[in-house]
Nanobody
Framework: QVQLVESGGGSVQAGGSLRLSCAAS????????MGWFRQAPGKERDFVAV????????SYTDSVKGRFTISRDNAKNTMTLQMNSLKPEDTAVYYC?????????????????WGQGTQVTVSS
């Protein structure tokens, strides 16, 4: 079992930066791939970024490539999403999620554990 808690959301102007953190509890954190998803009002929850269990493989949705960076610290049971050059279209609730596998996946249905979400608002 893994429990996830996100933090670091907030409101920024376009072009600004935010750093989201996900704190995990449970002995299996370092064995699982972790991801970030986001959900804008009236839209589905979409994939943003994923990192494999060891941190050696990452993947991003096209719209955030070059602007967002996902990382993890297995010793501290934490995962982060550094978001730079934010745009109004990045506004959403951001969710941390964990698979029960080591490899990466872009599919929402392949994630077993979810946090409660943190709001990110980018104004123009």
């Amino acid at each position: 079992q893994v429990q996830l808690v996100e933090s670091g959301g907030g409101s920024v102007q376009a072009g600004g930066s935010l750093r989201l953190s996900c704190a995990a509890s449970g002995r299996s954190f370092s064995s699982y791939a972790m991801g970030w998803f986001r959900q804008a009002p009236g839209k589905e929850r979409d994939f943003v970024a994923v990192i494999n269990w060891s941190g050696t493989t990452t993947s991003y949705t096209d719209s955030v490539k070059g602007r967002f960076t996902i990382s993890r610290d297995n010793a501290k049971n934490t995962m982060t999403l550094q978001m730079n050059s934010l745009k109004p279209e990045d506004t959403a609730v951001y969710y941390c999620a964990s698979r029960r596998e080591r490899g990466i996946s872009w599919a929402r249905g392949e994630y077993a554990y979810w946090g409660q979400g943190t709001q990110v608002t980018v104004s123009s």
